[in-house]
């Protein structure tokens, strides 16, 4: 009998062992996107904190290039009871902590002190309707300062994507090929298709660089290049807007920002085989790489800008709108020609006449970027 309960307590003792060893576990889960600066901040934290705390075991959901993850990360804040505000964002105990610095190192150190000295529950816990304690957000340490700094370029961001898709929706070679593309049409007897492989065309175009666009974009963000890669192209701005003002002083000397001379020639022999509605959809893809040289360097500055003013999702909004205006110039000309407001070689006409004008507006927002990105660079700003 003795024995029997002394068996007992020998069971009962280590299952209480086992029980306090699984409460000194601290789970904490961190939901980051890759290349982004302060999830590698927060990571290099953390593995110093598990080297103080061997207890703490860290899980890890990249969001960025992971839809399960994504869903996950939503699930996770619905859980808390808060939205999604950006990356990195760590889940520990009752506490959402998103973003990382000095200060909320300081918050987090503290947090795992708790959970040491009074046990915590795992977030997956929470996830799935365990103990419902109160949750606590710390969204950043930032001064009013920094969040104006902020609010400032998330402005700035806005309007320089306005102005960059402005400037590049009035590029005179975007101009050129698709007046070639309706004279065309026009001279096969087909005016009834104007509208329709105007509108084609544009289409290609916009799914073309919108694709393009996120590639790049995606490009970026996975090897963690965004702060490089920011101020190289904001230094290359300042370039293509002091090459376009060229371009307005001195238009024909040393190189033009344009489509090359030796690509032309193509390109025209290409749009003249097009009489169809699929034709004129199928050639945008083609002919977006010709327009490459020409209508690129805007793009490419909102590109940088975007690598590090904003989420993955938040850029792919900003360029479905920088697109939708590039092509908007195009969506007039088609309907303008197609309606009979004014022909193909009046359109041409016109751009002819407005070409270095339309090389100065773009030469000033362009340098106007650069200068603007590089500012805020080394205001700290981004």
């Known amino acids: 009998m003795i024995k029997k309960i002394v068996f007992l307590f020998l069971v009962l003792l280590l299952a209480s062992c ?41 899980k890890h959901f990249e969001v960025y290039n992971n839809q399960e993850n994504r869903e996950l990360f939503e699930d996770m804040t619905e859980a808390f009871g808060t939205f999604i505000q950006g990356v990195p964002t ?33 977030p997956a816990e929470k996830l799935k309707g365990g103990k419902n304690n109160e949750t606590i957000s710390v969204v950043g340490d930032k001064s009013p ?5 902020d609010g400032l370029l998330k402005g700035l961001t806005f309007s320089a994507v306005t102005a960059a898709a402005a400037v590049d929706a009035i590029n005179p070679c975007a101009f050129a090929v ?15 298709r104007i509208i329709g492989a105007g509108l084609a065309f544009s289409s290609s175009i916009y799914l073309s660089y919108l694709l393009m666009g996120i590639g790049l974009y995606s490009a970026v963000q996975a090897a963690g290049l965004s702060h490089w890669f920011y101020a190289i192209v904001g230094g290359l701005a300042i370039l293509i807007g002091l090459f376009n003002l060229k371009d307005y002083l001195w238009y024909g000397k040393w190189f033009n ?24 959809f199928l050639i945008g893809f083609v002919i977006s790489l010709f327009l490459l040289p020409c209508t690129s360097g805007p793009y490419i500055v909102i590109l940088g800008l975007l ?11 900003y360029l479905l709108y920088y697109n939708f205006i590039f092509i908007i110039p195009m969506l007039i000309i088609t309907f303008a020609i197609g309606f009979g407001f004014t022909t193909t070689e009046e359109a041409e006409e016109w751009r002819q006449k407005k070409l270095k004008v339309l090389h100065l507006i773009a030469g000033i927002i362009i340098l106007l970027l650069g200068i603007g990105m590089l500012t805020a660079l080394a205001l700290g700003m981004v």
């Open 178 to 192: 698709l007046i070639i593309l309706l004279t065309t049409i026009l001279a096969a007897k087909k005016k009834k």
């Open 145 to 149: 300062a920094e969040e104006g700094k």
């Open 18 to 58: 086992f029980s306090a060893a699984a409460q000194d576990d601290i789970e904490i889960h961190v939901f980051y996107g890759q290349g982004c600066p302060h999830c590698g901040k927060l990571n290099l934290f953390l593995e110093d904190l598990q080297d103080k705390y061997p207890s703490i075991e860290v």
């Open 257 to 280: 920002i344009e489509v090359p001379k030796s690509w032309r020639p193509k390109m025209k022999a290409m749009l003249k085989g097009v009489t169809s509605i699929p034709g004129a």
């Open 90 to 122: 760590t889940f520990i105990d009752n506490q959402v902590i998103v973003g990382f610095s000095d200060k909320i190192g300081e918050e987090l150190e503290k947090a795992v002190k708790g959970c040491v000295k009074e046990g915590c529950i795992s």
């Open 307 to 317: 690598s590090k003013a904003s989420t993955q999702g938040i850029a792919f909004l």
